[in-house]
């Protein structure tokens, strides 16, 4: 290889990582405990196939909705109902909570974050968009938690214990209700009311491509659902973008998809290995609770889920900590990860910044919900 060329290739790597940064430490965890845990036939039952193609699927037909404006028509509408930031952004908040508790946190923050970035680029409100996408993430997180399909781990943990729909909802609804008025605290007191004005324009999407992609984003959340099989999905939105628009099956953040893949791998190891079953099965006799929350920060919630679920008969302490944990570190729940992708790849030198400012949020969150939740096992 020549010099000038080695150079290149070098600074192309380095790009690379800048840009998927977690990605990058994804694939290194997976590398390290694979050496630790040799590949073998039980590594293909690490991996959520539901979740991968699920994500895939909503990845895709988001890029295809993009590509005629439709969030850009959708934003200009919520900017002439609201009228002030304020209100805007608490509305985009709202609608991300109650999405993820319809379609899960991942598919809400995949279709609503497209949404508050339009919304602030056409008012010029780009000084909220860390904030915006913060709240936008908890909100995704703890909106989640009051239903069995609204979080990953809610799904597992619901079917695993065969808890009942009364008393999942019983053990849920106190951090839930805190999680609402804490965000609506957060929103009103950060954002100004400030006006919004947007130059009037005519751009119209084209109405049958919008019933197009809207059906088949309809087909998604019906597959989540778990109406469908994953697998339909799996071939008839990549068949009908192929032809409808192949710009939006290569604009897909595969990166991402390949995030989770590292992640499946490396919380699938952690589990595998002796001296960390044995450490948190010890642990769990002590606070189940709080040594959810602890772990969620290290392997995430939904490995955490997985994980401890093998060691207690607690479940109600376990939901609530893999839920309420999934604030936090940044890999506290992957779903931060879609979050923290979307705000670099539209403000490229200003991670630092944003983890900052996420891990303020976050940790505030989580300290006082773990100390709520812990006041509400004692009554």
């Known amino acids: 290889m020549k010099p000038a060329k080695s150079i290149l290739f070098f600074r192309n790597i380095i790009s690379f990582i800048k840009k998927n940064t977690v990605t990058c430490i994804a694939f290194a965890a997976a590398a390290i405990t694979s050496f630790i845990i040799p590949p073998d036939s039980r590594y293909i039952g690490y991996f959520d196939l539901k979740t991968l193609s699920c994500l895939f699927c909503v990845l895709a037909v988001v890029c295809a909705l993009k590509n005629i404006n439709f969030f850009y028509i959708l934003a200009r509408r919520i900017i002439h109902i609201f009228g002030n930031a304020r209100a805007a952004i608490i509305a985009l908040v709202y609608i991300t909570f109650i999405g993820s508790m319809l379609i899960a946190n991942d598919m809400a923050l995949l279709t609503f974050l497209p949404l508050g970035y339009f919304v602030l680029v056409t008012t010029h409100k780009e000084k909220y968009m860390a904030f915006t996408f913060i709240m936008q993430n908890i909100a995704a997180n703890l909106g989640g938690m009051l239903t069995p399909f609204g979080n990953p781990q809610n799904l597992y943990l619901y079917s695993r214990f065969d808890i009942p729909d009364g008393e999942f909802i019983k053990i849920m609804l106190p951090p839930f209700l805190l999680s609402v008025i804490m965000i609506t605290v957060c929103c009103t007191v950060a954002i100004k009311s400030e006006p919004l004005e947007i130059t009037d324009d005519h751009i119209r999407p084209d109405p049958k491509r919008t019933l197009l992609y809207l059906l088949l984003f309809a087909l998604s959340v019906i597959i989540v659902f778990r109406r469908i099989p994953y697998a339909i999905g799996l071939i008839v939105i990549p068949a009908v973008l192929f032809f409808a628009d192949r710009k939006a099956l290569k604009a897909v953040d595969y990166p991402l998809l390949l995030t989770f893949v590292f992640f499946f791998i490396f919380a699938g190891n952690m589990a595998r290995i002796d001296a960390v079953r044995n450490f948190f099965s010890g642990?769990?006799?002590?606070?189940?609770?709080?040594?959810?929350?602890?772990?969620?920060?290290?392997?995430?919630?939904?490995?955490?889920?997985?994980?401890?679920?093998?060691?207690?008969?607690?479940?109600?302490?376990?939901?609530?900590?893999?839920?309420?944990?999934?604030?936090?570190?940044?890999?506290?729940?992957?779903?931060?990860?879609?979050?923290?992708?979307?705000?670099?790849?539209?403000n490229p030198g200003k991670a630092g910044r944003y983890i900052a400012l996420f891990s303020a949020y976050n940790f505030g969150f989580l300290f006082i919900l773990v100390i709520f939740s812990e006041l509400i096992k004692r009554i």
């Not at 008969?313 to 990860?337: F, K, R």
């Open 283 to 346: 642990l769990l006799e002590k606070n189940t609770l709080l040594v959810s929350v602890l772990s969620c920060q290290i392997i995430s919630n939904v490995p955490s889920a997985i994980l401890l679920s093998q060691f207690t008969e607690n479940y109600a302490d376990l939901l609530v900590g893999v839920n309420i944990g999934g604030t936090g570190t940044l890999i506290a729940s992957l779903a931060s990860l879609i979050t923290f992708r979307e705000y670099v790849r539209h």
